[in-house]
Structures are given as structure tokens and as C-alpha cells.
């Protein structure tokens, strides 16, 4: 919920794609700047790590970095926790307590999901970034100096147009921008990273050695489009491992731990019907029939717009995963899984 690191070095980054390598170059040049910066991405795309790294390569390397996950408190407790409190302030306040952002004091304040702060904490937060200025709860002024990095994957911009966050404290902190780029968009960055998730594995599980994955694992790895990016990556990979045959290659990518015959299927839902155009006719969003239960149907589902993708597309694998918004790598394994990679016609 609340962390305060002392370490003086940047954490390691594993990756060489060249979306990746822009956003760290990114990081490097923000890095030495006395401003406040947005880390934007999407969930497991490592902003906790970048926004380490911005503080171990700025001159406060060697001051405090605080951390606050903004979702994990309610209002009133976020207020005291930031800018802290004076005795009797409340109910319970039995002494002063120094808030995070005077902790933070000549080093660097990390607000994760600062999207989710109240209305009235990001009014306090925009006097602490505009003028180093805080008041605790119950009436204390203090003057800090304070790098503040802002963390999200929520869309602030539109948030601040719906009003639902403050329009000059989006200002204030967007100096600069970092944003990280998904998984899917660093495919080659996969199989370097399953490996070492792996390796991490087989040393916590106390093993001499580990033999490797299959071409398949492999296949499987790079042809998933990866939603929760590379916590989610960690996590299948660790729990494969952990399930695998010590002494052989990795073959099996548990991708989903809830996958099992005995799982409960959810009740079937209705028709979704769109609004009716102006003859007066009602639109139905049609779905393909396939037979099966659900995962079948899913596997048809998703085998048939590989299909007729391909056939669009003339058989042109890389046009093909352009037009489907997936990387060269991700479209051939996921043409691997469905067994829809002909001989000799199919140009790669």
C-alpha cells in the first residue's frame, strides 16, 4: 500500500525491441529533469519500475522514494496517509504523523493509480506540485521539495475533459509523458523474458538446472496477445514451471489457472440488440453458430477469423497480422495452434 525504498540502484529491465528501447531512451532523457512526469501504460506493463527508474537516474538518487497506490486507500485516509495530520485532528489522531510527501522530502513521491484520487486530494496534490506547499489535516502548513511521478492506464485527458480529474493538475503533471508500450507490441521480447522468469523459478524451487521449452511452449508464448502484459507473462510462466517435469523441456504453458472440466459455466446471456435504425427495424448483432461447449466454440470462433483473414489477405502472413493488429510471431503461433499453416501457398 505504502513503501519507502532507500536502494541506489535503477532496477534491471529486461527487453530489446524497439518499442521498448524508445520508452527507456524516453526515461533516460526525463530522467535529470526537476519536473513531474506521467508513466502511462497498462496493467503489468511495469510503471512501478520505470518510475524507480526515473528516480535512481535523477540527482535524487540517494534520497527517499516513496511509493502510494492511490486505489488502496479511501479518501479520508489518502488525505492523512499524503500530507499527514495534526494531534486530535480526528477522532483517533492521538499525536501529529508526518504524511508520505514529507517523508519524501528532497527525493521522490510515486502516486500509483492517481487517477482514482478524490477531487479534493487532487486540489491539495496540485498546491504540493505548483508551490512544494502541503497542509496537514488540521490546519499545519509545511514546504516540501518533492519530485512527484504520476502513474496510470487510465485515460487522463479524457477523464480531465469529462471532469473528472482536475484539468490544471493533469497540466502541472505532464510535464513529460512516458508511455509504455504492451507486450503484444514487443513480441520478440517473449521468449528473453519466459526465460528469465523461468530461471527465477527454478532457483526459488531450488533445482540444478532448467532444460528449456519446446518449440511448442514457445509457439504457444508467442502467439498469446498477453492482456495483463508481463505480470501475466510472470505468472504463466512460473506456474509452468512449477508444474513441469524438472528433467525435461518445458512443454505445457498453463496460460489459464482456472482452466478445468469441472469449472462453472456462466448462464448464457441474451441477444444483444442495438437501437433501431430510423426504418423502425431492430439490429441484431449476428454470432456465429458453432457447435460445442464454449471453449470450442471459442476455438472455431477465433480459427475462423484467422481463416478468412488469410484468405483476405491472399495468404500473406505478415499482412495478414498487420491487419489483425498482431505481431508477425504472435500470428504464427496462434496459426500453429489451430493447425492453419498450409505447405507451399502460404507466403510468410
Known amino acids: 500500500m505504502v513503501k519507502s525504498t532507500m536502494s541506489t540502484t535503477p532496477p534491471s529491465l529486461l527487453g530489446e525491441s524497439p518499442a521498448f528501447l524508445a520508452a527507456l531512451a524516453h526515461v533516460s532523457r526525463v530522467a535529470p529533469l526537476e519536473r513531474p512526469v506521467l508513466v502511462i501504460g497498462e496493467r503489468?506493463?511495469?510503471?512501478?519500475?520505470?518510475?524507480?527508474?526515473?528516480?535512481?537516474?535523477s540527482q535524487r538518487w540517494d534520497r527517499p522514494f516513496v511509493k502510494v497506490n492511490c486505489a488502496a486507500l479511501?479518501?479520508?485516509?489518502?488525505?492523512?496517509?499524503?500530507?499527514?495530520?495534526?494531534?486530535?485532528?480526528?477522532?483517533?489522531?492521538?499525536?501529529?504523523?508526518?504524511?508520505?510527501?514529507?517523508?519524501?522530502?528532497?527525493?521522490?513521491?510515486?502516486?500509483?493509480e492517481i487517477a482514482t484520487a478524490s477531487p479534493a486530494v487532487q486540489e491539495k496534490l496540485l498546491r504540493a506540485v505548483e508551490y512544494g506547499e502541503i497542509e496537514r489535516v488540521g490546519g499545519r502548513t509545511a514546504t516540501v521539495d518533492v519530485r512527484v511521478v504520476g502513474a496510470t492506464n487510465a485515460d487522463l485527458p479524457a477523464l480531465a475533459a469529462a471532469g473528472r480529474f482536475r484539468a490544471d493538475l493533469l497540466d502541472r503533471l505532464a510535464f513529460d509523458v512516458v508511455t509504455l508500450p504492451p507486450l503484444r507490441a514487443r513480441p520478440d521480447d517473449i521468449p528473453p523474458l519466459a526465460e528469465h522468469f523461468a530461471l527465477g523459478m527454478v532457483r526459488e524451487l531450488q533445482r540444478p538446472l532448467f532444460p528449456g521449452f519446446t518449440d511448442a511452449a514457445l509457439d504457444r508464448l508467442c502467439g498469446h496477445d498477453w492482456p495483463g502484459n508481463v505480470r501475466e507473462l510472470r505468472n504463466a510462466v512460473e506456474r509452468s514451471v512449477a508444474a513441469a517435469d524438472p528433467d525435461e523441456p518445458l512443454d505445457h504453458i498453463v496460460l489459464d489457472p482456472f482452466e478445468s472440466p469441472w469449472r462453472p459455466v456462466a448462464a448464457p446471456t441474451a441477444r444483444v440488440e442495438t437501437a433501431p435504425p430510423a426504418t423502425g427495424a431492430t439490429a441484431i448483432i449476428p454470432i456465429p453458430a458453432f457447435d460445442g461447449g464454449i471453449l470450442d466454440q471459442v476455438r472455431a470462433f477465433e480459427a475462423s477469423i484467422l481463416r478468412d483473414s488469410l484468405e483476405r489477405n491472399r495468404f500473406n502472413q505478415r499482412q495478414t497480422a498487420e491487419a489483425l493488429g498482431l505481431g508477425y510471431h504472435q500470428l504464427r503461433g496462434m496459426l500453429k495452434k489451430h493447425g492453419l499453416i498450409p505447405p507451399a501457398h502460404l507466403r510468410p
Open 44 to 57: 503489468g506493463t511495469g510503471k512501478e519500475l520505470i518510475a524507480a527508474r526515473l528516480h535512481y537516474l
Open 74 to 112: 479511501p479518501e479520508s485516509l489518502l488525505d492523512s496517509e499524503l500530507f499527514g495530520h495534526e494531534a486530535g485532528a480526528f477522532t483517533g489522531a492521538n499525536r501529529r504523523q508526518i504524511g508520505r510527501i514529507e517523508q519524501a522530502d528532497g527525493g521522490t513521491l510515486f502516486l500509483d
